[in-house]
């Protein structure tokens, strides 16, 4: 279900996509819930188009507390990074016009 996602952990969190001098996207999952596949769908064109320029990752948050860290608790949930910062999160399924804005303002193509 995740490919093309990179899986992320705790341990390796911040080295991966804090430190990555690539922008990243993060997916937040729940294996159970049947709406990580939404939110999936709505991210494939983006890691078709720009999986050059960005790094795509999931986390398994039966495994992981990351996320506590960032408040999300609703799952799927996404945080986009860039340069160490969050620039954008939904921590909701969003339309696709604003996973669009999201991966533009990490591609600094406003």
Excluded: C, W
Aim: aromatic residues 18%.
């Amino acid at each position: 279900m995740f490919e093309g996602f990179e899986e992320i952990n705790d341990k390796d969190f911040y080295q991966k996509v804090m430190a990555s001098e690539e922008p990243t996207v993060v997916l937040f999952v729940d294996p159970n819930s049947a709406e990580n596949k939404k939110f999936i769908e709505l991210l494939k064109p983006y890691m078709e188009q720009y999986g050059d320029k960005l790094r795509f990752f999931y986390m398994d948050v039966t495994k992981n507390t990351s996320f506590e860290d960032f408040g999300i608790f609703n799952f799927p949930s996404a945080m986009y990074f860039r340069d160490t910062m969050e620039l954008d999160r939904h921590d909701f399924i969003p339309t696709s016009e604003m996973v669009e804005q999201a991966i533009k303002r990490l591609l600094r193509m406003f």
